[in-house]
């Protein structure tokens, strides 16, 4: 043991907390050295004066002493107890402890979430009828466009107009 | 009528253990509450009053553990440590008294002090020239080596239940009540330790 470990354990050793081993190397140490046999001499000396069992009981066991605690943590343990009784019931008769204000939020919530629900599932609809137009018309142009063209009458005849042979008859003017 | 502890007798709480109250508490936990209070509240007392060295602030500052001691939900579990939890909270609340009233300033302090100590009847028991020059010494140190000092050579805990305290090891326990000790030495003056 050297200076550095003895000035660590001098508090235990004057305590007896030290182990007996630890005790046989330490009581070598300070045997043979000056200062650190010094310092425990001087810490030897110290004095805390505890106030004993006697003083100790002569203020609290003074009439009244703990009364005031007494009625206090009384009312605190009461007011514990009522307020846990309400938390920790059984499920079927647990009130909810919940402040008004939480309760209101809790309710705005909940209705946020289900108007959101039924926003998509209407535009998961709208988009489903979309679709199924589309897939209509793309149906009905490409059929269109496998069909036959048909026959032209007349040379200058286009699909839009019908061509008229007019021969004016006599007397007409 | 104002609700009140419903104790058992005085004498029988020192010999309560800490896993009794907490297989008690499991069919009633205010009864178990009570006897956390009836065994702890002398103690924790007299911790604080070393600390802030007034009655009525030691008083109610054991009252305010107690209220947190209810509050905490694992207090009867079985890996709790009532006794260091209870020591531990008691100590961070002196403190933080101390330096609120540090942080008060000292010319308040001198004006309520006088009042404060004409006001507490119990207040010769800590008289005595050895133990005021003591106390007055521990006032210098730091609040680890106060802290630890009072913890040791004024509640009386070994050091395992220090170690709990602090949440430390045991054998930085035994380093710092030694420094703390040899601290004291060096603001004490020879003559005082002579005496």
Request: net charge negative; with cysteine; proline share 4%.
């Amino acid at each position: 043991m050297d200076c550095v470990i003895v000035s660590s354990r001098i508090a235990a050793f004057l305590d007896g907390e030290l182990a007996p081993s630890e005790v046989e190397q330490f009581s070598i140490h300070i045997e043979r050295c000056d200062p650190c046999s010094q310092i425990v001499i001087r810490l030897e000396a110290q004095r805390f004066m505890p106030l004993n069992n006697q003083e100790r009981s002569s203020i609290c066991s003074a009439a009244g002493f703990w009364g005031e605690m007494d009625v206090s943590l009384g009312t605190q343990m009461d007011e514990m107890v009522r307020v846990r009784s309400v938390v920790v019931g059984p499920w079927y008769g647990r009130k909810v402890g919940l402040p008004a204000p939480m309760l209101a939020a809790y309710a705005a919530a909940m209705l946020l979430v289900i108007a959101w629900g039924m926003q998509q599932r209407e535009r998961a609809l709208s988009a489903e009828v979309s679709a199924d137009h589309l897939g209509q018309q793309l149906e009905q142009e490409r059929r269109l466009a496998a069909q036959p063209a048909p026959q032209q009458q007349g040379s200058s005849a286009s699909g839009q107009y019908k061509v008229v042979n007019y021969t004016p008859q006599s007397g007409t003017f | 009528m104002p609700a009140s502890l419903r104790l058992v007798s005085p004498d029988n709480a020192s010999s309560w253990s800490e896993e009794d109250i907490k297989q008690l508490a499991g069919n009633n936990p205010r009864t178990a509450m009570e006897m956390v209070i009836q065994k702890f509240r002398e103690p924790l007392y007299f911790h604080a009053r070393y600390i802030v060295k007034d009655h009525q602030e030691a008083y109610d500052l054991v009252q305010e553990v107690f209220i947190k001691a209810m509050r905490e939900q694992r207090l009867f579990d079985d890996d709790f440590k009532i006794k260091a939890w209870l020591f531990r909270v008691t100590t961070n609340l002196c403190f933080n008294q101390v330096r609120n009233r540090k942080r008060r300033g000292v010319l308040l302090d001198t004006m309520m002090k006088p009042e404060a100590l004409g006001a507490d009847q119990f207040q010769h028991v800590f008289e005595g020239e050895q133990r005021e020059e003591m106390l007055a010494a521990l006032d210098s140190l730091s609040e680890d080596h106060r802290e630890i000092l009072v913890l040791r050579y004024y509640d009386d805990l070994s050091y395992a239940e220090i170690a709990d305290v602090l949440q430390v090891k045991l054998g930085t326990v035994m380093s710092r009540l030694s420094r703390a000790r040899m601290r004291l030495m060096d603001v004490m003056k020879p003559s005082e330790l002579a005496n």
